[in-house]
């Protein structure tokens, strides 16, 4: 039996939705206290590297579009680099628990 994506790697409960997922963050980030055992999770290694490559790339092609005058990509690609990592983390990547330090 495969395991939920939305489970808290620490306490194993299904504590997690797609739309707190989505929000959790990457693995430097504070990540999303986990409701039943307390502890910070986020989105684990592949969402990390999926969110640089991603971001990485839009940057890329911003750069191009704005050197060769393509100024109505630019705002799609600026909307996109905010929202389609959240979308791919919400339904494909497992959760892990956040690699920040407490408060900082």
């Known amino acids: ?54 971001c990485f790339a839009m940057f890329a092609f911003i750069v191009y579009a704005f050197l060769n005058t393509l100024d109505l990509w630019i705002i799609p690609a600026l909307l996109a680099i905010i929202f389609v990592p959240r979308i791919v983390n919400a339904f494909f990547f497992k959760l892990d628990v956040s690699q920040r330090k407490n408060g900082f």
Do not use: H, W
């Open 1 to 54: 039996m495969k395991d939920s994506i939305y489970k808290c790697p620490c306490c194993g409960e299904k504590t997690f939705t797609p739309l707190t997922k989505a929000l959790a963050g990457q693995l430097n980030s504070k990540g999303r206290p986990c409701p039943k055992c307390g502890e910070r999770i986020a989105n684990g290694k592949g969402a990390t590297i999926f969110n640089a490559v991603f």
